[in-house]
C-alpha cells in the first residue's frame, strides 16, 4: 500500500493522481448536497455569429461525448484509467521519477480519452432520455415548491413540486436578495434554459 502511494505521487504520476483525487472529491461534495452534478457542465454551443476558430475544438469535445454527458462524469470514467495507466506503465519501465514518465502521459491521456467515450457510451441514451423527460417540467412555473436544499441567487439549490405521480425534483435558485431555506415554501416564476434551473421566490415574501 506504501508503494501503491509512493508511485501516485511520484514525479511522472503526480498529475494523473490529482485529477483522481479531484474526481473523488467532487463526487463527495456531490453526495452531501453542495453541488450539482452539472455544476462544471461546458457549453459546446457557439454564439449566435458562429466562431469557426473554435469550431473543430465542439466537434472534438462532441465525439468523446462530451455535451451529451455532464464533463465531470465524462471526467470520472477518465480519470481512473489515466490514473492506472500512468502508475502501471511507469512502474513496468521504471520511468515514475523521469522526465520520460512525464511525456508519457500525452499519449496515456490519449488512449484514456478513447476508453472514456468507450465506458461512456452505455450512458449518452440514458441522459438524452433523461433530459427529454425534464422537457414537461416547464408547466410548474407559477406553482408551489418545497425547499429540499438551500438556495439564493448564487448557490444552486434543489425542490419539489407535487404531482398526482411522483415529486418533481428542481434545480433552483432564487432572485436577486432572497434565500430559500430547508423546508421552506417557494414560487415557481421562471426557467432558465442556458442554465437548465429553475427561478423562485420565497412564497412568504410574495
Not at 514525479?11 to 463527495?28: K, M, R, T
Not at 452531501?32 to 458562429?50: E, K, M, P
Not at 523521469?98 to 440514458?126: D, R, Y
Amino acid at each position: 500500500m506504501i508503494e501503491l502511494l509512493q508511485a501516485s505521487f511520484s514525479s511522472a504520476n503526480a498529475f494523473a493522481s490529482g485529477l483522481l483525487l479531484f474526481v473523488l472529491i467532487y463526487w463527495v461534495i456531490v453526495i452531501v448536497g453542495l453541488l450539482d452534478i452539472s455544476s462544471l457542465d461546458i457549453d459546446l454551443d457557439a454564439d449566435a455569429d458562429g466562431i469557426a476558430s473554435i469550431a473543430w475544438l465542439n466537434s472534438a469535445l462532441a465525439f468523446f461525448n462530451l455535451g451529451r454527458l455532464p464533463l465531470m462524469f465524462f471526467l470520472s470514467f477518465f480519470a481512473l484509467p489515466f490514473w492506472a495507466l500512468s502508475v502501471g506503465v511507469n512502474h513496468t519501465l521504471g520511468t515514475q521519477d523521469s522526465w520520460l514518465g512525464v511525456l508519457l502521459l500525452f499519449p496515456i491521456g490519449f488512449v484514456c480519452l478513447f476508453l472514456a467515450k468507450l465506458l461512456t457510451w452505455p450512458f449518452v441514451k440514458l441522459f438524452t432520455v433523461m433530459e427529454t423527460e425534464e422537457a414537461p417540467k416547464m408547466n410548474v412555473i407559477g406553482q408551489l415548491c418545497t425547499i429540499l436544499l438551500p438556495a439564493n441567487e448564487d448557490q444552486v439549490g434543489q425542490a419539489s413540486v407535487k404531482t398526482k405521480g411522483s415529486p418533481l425534483l428542481l434545480n433552483v435558485k432564487t432572485t436577486q436578495g432572497h434565500l430559500a431555506k430547508k423546508g421552506e415554501t417557494a414560487l415557481v416564476i421562471d426557467y432558465l434554459p442556458e442554465n437548465q434551473l429553475y427561478l423562485i421566490e420565497p412564497f412568504e415574501s410574495l
